[in-house]
Structure formats: C-alpha cells, structure tokens
C-alpha cells in the first residue's frame, strides 16, 4: 500500500507556521502581561530552536513481535526559551514594550499570510469537489 497524502505537504508545512505563530503570540502575551513584574525574565520563541526540534525528535516504537504496527511518533515541545542574561530595566525586569509590540504586529502579519494561504488550500480543495462550479 502505498502512502500517497491527499494535501501534499503544504497544509501540513502551515499548520506547523501556525503552531510556531501561536506559541510565539503566547510568548509575547507572557511578556506584556508581565512587563511591571520585578525580576521578570522575557521569553521568546526561536523559529531556529523549534525547527531543529521537530527535525531530530521523531521517536519510534520498541517492537517485540514482528507482528506489533510500527509507529512513528513526534515530540516536539515548543520552542519557548527565557532570555535571562538581559536586564531592560533596574527591576531586574527583560521586557521591552516597544520590541514586545513590534513583535507582536509582525507575528500577527505572518499569522494572517498563513491563514489567507491555508483558505487558499481549502477554496481550491472545494472548487475540485465542486466541480469547478
């Protein structure tokens, strides 16, 4: 049997960038919500850190019978990381609202780029169905 997918790997590909995009809009929120909190460490979300991640953490099953299903499972653990060497403020607090907010608007611009590429997907995947009508 062969393991042919029906989308391809593009719906795939996105919904990882949107994976990445929520955990990192969540990252920020953290930071903003925190940014009057003494000794605060900023957090932030590494596209780099979490695609290494996903490329080496594939496990696979141990088998004791040739007849047990192999199975190959992901684990990858999003990519949060504290930036704890870096003081913004004499609280001991890392958050600097103007990069918080820069941040937080060109995650919300490659949000939407996503998302406008995955209705893309859909409405052709619909159009097929369809008919084309």
Do not use: C, W
């Not at 103007?98 to 998302?115: G, R, S, T």
Request: hydrophobic letters at 30%.
């Amino acid at each position: 049997m062969s393991d042919v997918k029906l989308f391809g790997e593009t719906i795939t590909s996105l919904e990882r960038g949107l994976n990445y995009s929520t955990t990192k809009s969540k990252a920020i929120a953290q930071n903003i919500a925190n940014v009057d909190t003494p000794n605060y460490k900023a957090k932030q979300v590494s596209f780099k850190e979490v695609f290494e991640q996903a490329r080496g953490a594939e496990v696979t099953a141990y088998k004791t019978d040739q007849k047990h299903i192999d199975f190959r499972k992901r684990n990858v653990q999003p990519g949060v990381y504290n930036i704890s060497n870096f003081r913004y403020r004499h609280d001991g607090n890392g958050v600097d609202m103007d990069k918080e907010q820069a941040e937080l608007a060109e995650n919300q611009i490659y949000y939407n780029a996503l998302v406008d590429r995955l209705n893309g997907k859909f409405n052709t995947l619909q159009n097929v169905v369809k008919g084309g009508r």
